[in-house]
């Protein structure tokens, strides 16, 4: 919710399509399926606001140690990026990452904690999260064969 009063605090509204059966409202795409945000020069007009999946790129969350509050990330093999728009050619701070990292966990143990009924802070939320994102690498993995 942070992430999208900022985008609005730009002056975009109507930059989201209707939430998926997940419950996930995703940017919405232009007809070329680009993101919305994405300029005609492929740099992203959003940049010092753009949402943490953006900022975390090419990185993906592949672990999280909840007993430690850890978070364990991969570097994307291979190595693409989903928009033109994500770097602006400079070397993202390794705080930036970690900090885009903690808001997508967030979210994710919201959505577990959502979907299982629970407070954000029951101890059966953060085993589900930590299922969810194993699940995924396996299946991630299964699509690289
Ligand atoms: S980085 Fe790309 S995907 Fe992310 S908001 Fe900007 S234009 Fe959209």
Not at 107 to 132: F, T, Y
Request: hydrophobic share 40%; with cysteine.
């Amino acid at each position: 919710m942070a992430e999208r009063k900022q985008i609005e605090a730009k002056g975009f509204t109507s930059f989201l399509d209707h939430p998926d059966k997940n419950g996930i409202s995703w940017i919405r795409r232009k007809k070329d399926s680009s993101c919305f945000f994405l300029g005609k020069n492929n740099k992203c007009t959003i940049y010092s606001v753009r949402p943490a999946a953006c900022r975390l790129e090419p990185f993906t969350i592949v672990d999280y140690d909840y007993e430690k509050n850890s978070i364990e990330l991969e570097l994307d093999f291979p190595f693409v990026c989903v928009c033109p728009g994500v770097f602006d050619g400079k070397a993202l701070p390794v705080e930036v990452i970690g900090k885009a990292a903690q808001i997508i966990m967030q979210k994710i143990l919201a959505l577990a904690a959502k979907d299982l009924g629970l407070s954000a802070n029951d101890r059966g939320v953060a085993p589900e999260a930590r299922a969810r994102i194993l699940r995924r690498r396996i299946e991630m993995a299964d699509l690289t064969f």
